[in-house]
């Protein structure tokens, strides 16, 4: 009962700032709109850019799976302009064997490695239950113009489908990729090699927003670190050289993720007239605020959780 009161409560709290932050985000982001590439996109958005008003995004949605894509062309809640393909990527046009399991969640085109995955909690959601061919092609194919940001989460074979995106790459100001780093499917490409791919791409690695850990005895987020999201951000040098449009874009990915050091540097550009600085300056005193606001709930939910255990229900409020 005190733990339902208290995630009610901290909601409530959330949805106001919320508000309030895309009102802000709003402001800096004029009439531009961030080009949204999200592959395996898989129900919805992912919860960080739900801070950002879906008037001020344009999505590109991939999802093989035709029941996910399903609810995606059905959610007017998160999406306003917004695309869906029913198609799978890879680094080529080719046919690949999908192989579909018991978890929605665990289905990929690689087989599990079920000698790391038996070591664990309910290895069971990996079991192949059925196997599909789908026409996969690369992402380079859809000649999509003026990328601004990557989310991508396709259970193992993210490098691949990097690989068939190196086009698309060179407009993309940022990357958000779930990345392993023991494999959770046999011969998958694991962070390091993702690192030096972007690397090449010109995209840096910056932070992983999250880390997952698996512990052999319970569902708790204490145990072996297997994978996470991965940052990766274009260099603001080169940001500098680009459209003015692009790097406001750039400034509200970096607020987004709390970069906040890299629209400081920007900021110091002859680019950047005084104008747009002193506007800048205010929104990203906003957002410091929010930020360090968020950290105080974190602080106060670290609190709450030495006498309730909710871990699950925390990253609502990340």
């Known amino acids: ?15 106001s700032r919320l508000k309030k932050y895309k009102n802000e985000f709003n402001k800096l982001l004029k009439k531009n709109k961030i080009k949204f590439i999200d592959i395996g996109a898989s129900i919805q958005i992912i919860p960080r850019w739900k801070r950002i008003d879906k008037s001020n995004l344009d999505y590109i949605l991939f999802e093989p799976n035709p029941n ?38 665990q289905t990929s085109v690689l087989k599990p490695n079920f000698d790391f995955v038996n070591q664990f909690q309910n290895p069971g959601r ?77 995209l840096n690695f910056i932070d992983f927003t999250t880390l997952k850990r698996w512990n052999r005895y319970n569902q708790s987020n204490y145990g072996q670190c297997v994978f996470g999201n991965a940052l ?18 750039y400034i509200a990915i970096c607020i987004l993720y709390k970069q906040f050091d890299l629209v400081e540097y920007i900021l110091k550009s002859k680019k950047i007239n005084n104008t747009d600085k002193n506007l800048i300056n205010k929104n990203l005193k906003f957002f410091r605020g929010y930020s360090n606001k968020s950290k105080f709930i974190k602080v106060i939910l670290s609190g709450i959780n030495k006498f309730i255990d909710f871990e699950n229900e925390v990253h609502l409020f990340q």
């Open 232 to 249: 990766f951000l274009k260099n603001p040098d080169q940001v500098l050289s680009m459209s003015k449009d692009k790097i406001y874009k």
């Open 68 to 105: 996910e894509a399903k609810k995606l062309i059905q959610n007017k809640k998160y999406y306003k302009n917004y695309k869906v393909y029913e198609t799978a990527l890879s680094n080529k046009n080719k046919i690949l064997k999908l192989n579909i399991t018991k978890g929605i969640y």
């Open 1 to 15: 009962m005190i733990k339902k009161q208290a995630i009610k409560i901290l909601k409530f709290i959330n949805n």
């Open 126 to 202: 990996y079991k192949i239950t059925q196997k599909e061919l789908i026409n996969a092609k690369k992402l380079d194919y859809f000649k999509i113009v003026n990328s601004d940001f990557i989310k991508i989460d396709a259970q193992g074979y993210n490098y691949e489908i990097l690989e068939g995106s190196t086009k698309t790459l060179n407009d993309t100001l940022g990357v958000e990729a779930e990345v392993e780093f023991t494999e959770i499917y046999s011969n998958q490409k694991l962070f390091g090699d993702i690192k030096k791919l972007l690397k090449k791409n010109n």
